[in-house]
């Protein structure tokens, strides 16, 4: 990332634009929330459903079209739902492209920021440890630089609040071992 980058600007949005965000987001997750889950497992391991799935279900569609006569009586091909969900591919996957996007460009800026942010954390404690060894909090923040546990979760916000934590740092905290229950 440029170093003559001005961070604190990065994320500087109104309540208007946080709300907005929440809204689009919620419409997606209302609009997806009538699908089944998607189960990885459940696709066979090489199946070429995407892209190249595409180009198949349209050239079948025109096939199948053309030969409707013998799916008078078939409930299992229609021609209208193909159709409908391919209409549904060709709105959906646009879209789709600039949300992976925009999620792989968040997620890069947000590992920047919170880097350069830890650096400048370091940077302070280091600098405590010398000026002011006696302070309290410092031998939990010093573990936690260090990424290192469980005093981590006495620098939480609030009592119990483990939301900045990862199921395995809140196991590890608790005194259990990662991967147990």
């Not at 409707?68 to 591919?89: A, C, K, N, P, T």
Request: proline fraction near 4%; charged fraction near 35%.
């Amino acid at each position: 990332m440029n170093d003559n980058y001005d961070y604190r600007a990065t994320f500087d949005f109104s309540e208007a634009d946080l709300k907005a965000m929440e809204r689009a987001v919620a419409i997606l997750e209302e609009k997806f929330a009538i699908l089944d889950d998607f189960d990885e497992n459940d696709v066979p391991e090489g199946l070429p459903c995407y892209p190249r799935g595409e180009v198949f279900i349209r050239k079948a569609c025109e096939v199948i079209l053309r030969e409707r006569d013998v799916f008078e009586d078939d409930d299992d091909v229609d021609v209208d739902e193909i159709r409908g969900h391919m209409l549904s591919v060709k709105q959906l996957s646009p879209l789709l492209t600039r949300l992976r996007v925009l999620v792989h460009r968040g997620e890069s800026n947000v590992r920047d920021l919170l880097w350069e942010a830890r650096e400048a954390s370091m940077l302070g404690v280091f600098a405590l440890r010398h000026m002011r060894p006696g302070l309290r909090e410092l031998p939990a923040l010093i573990e936690a630089m260090y990424f290192k546990g469980p005093d981590v979760m006495r620098l939480l916000p609030k009592e119990g609040d483990t939301s900045l934590l990862d199921e395995d740092e809140v196991r590890e905290a608790r005194g259990g071992a990662a991967g147990e229950a």
